[in-house]
């Protein structure tokens, strides 16, 4: 089945700096990919939503300046968190559809990263 | 705004038993699609069972049923024969099938509820 890998599923990253997470569908090409942030024992939060070669839409209250959706190719999207702080320490999980499947589907997600800024 | 809700933050069975959770939603849409996912506690989400609310019939998959009542706008989870591994969080998801509807393409989900399966 289709299969969505994201890296890194965990890092630690100082107060200030930067974090890129990757999302790569492996066997299809998405055409469109999703990012939540989910809190401990929460529902998925969407933050944005992006589609190849245009730029990203972002739900309301999320700063696009701070997290920043890069989808350049159909296998490949990521996701930068900028000058991170600790509330950004978050699970964050990419979830990607498959160009050639049809509405009836959900989606594929990937693993998930945990974020923490120290 | 589509609305997804699970009363049920925590529920429990026996192992071997059975449980519902209930997802209720709200929209004025009318084609649309209801997805259950679950999130064990690798945390990664798999997709359990779907259902398309124009189809009448209940979707099921192996010991996963559904009782998805459009009238009231009402989706539960049946887990028949409850397994350890079945112990996780599950979500009720929402997503609009119309293109051109404002939660086209988004998956709307509900709170969650945490099953704990008991030996």
């Known amino acids: 089945g289709a299969v969505v890998s994201q890296h890194p599923s965990w890092v630690i990253c100082k107060s200030g700096t930067s974090v890129k997470i990757e999302c790569r569908s492996l066997?299809?090409?998405?055409?469109?990919m999703f990012w939540y942030r989910q809190f401990p024992k929460q529902s998925l939060m969407l933050m944005a939503t992006?589609?190849?070669?245009?730029?990203?839409?972002?739900e309301q209250g999320v700063e696009k300046d701070k997290f920043l959706i890069n989808h350049a190719s159909l296998t490949l999207s990521t996701l930068t968190v900028t000058s991170a702080h600790p509330e950004d320490s978050s699970f964050y999980i990419c979830?990607?559809?498959?160009?050639?499947?049809?509405?009836?589907?959900?989606?594929?997600f990937g693993s998930g990263t945990r974020l923490t800024v120290v | 705004a589509q609305t997804v809700t699970q009363s049920q933050p925590e529920m429990s069975v026996q192992e071997a038993e059975t449980v519902t959770l209930s997802c209720t939603y709200d929209?004025?849409?009318?084609?649309?699609?209801l997805f259950w996912y679950k999130q064990p506690p690798s945390r990664q989400m798999i997709l359990v069972i779907r259902?398309?609310?124009?189809?009448?019939q209940n979707a099921t998959e192996n010991r996963f049923s559904v009782n998805f009542q459009k009238a009231a706008k009402s989706f539960s989870l049946k887990i028949s024969d409850s397994q350890l591994g079945d112990a996780a969080m599950y979500f009720c998801?929402?997503?609009?099938?119309?293109?051109?509807?404002?939660?086209?393409?988004?998956?709307?989900f509900g709170q969650g509820t945490i099953l704990t399966v008991h030996p």
């Open positions: 979830s990607a559809r498959d160009s050639a499947g049809g509405a009836y589907y959900g989606y594929t």
């Open positions: 066997d299809f090409q998405a055409t469109t």
């Open positions: 992006s589609n190849e070669g245009s730029k990203a839409t972002y």
């Open positions: 929209t004025s849409e009318s084609d649309y699609y």
């Open positions: 259902q398309e609310a124009y189809k009448q």
């Open positions: 998801a929402y997503r609009g099938a119309n293109a051109g509807g404002t939660s086209y393409g988004k998956l709307t």
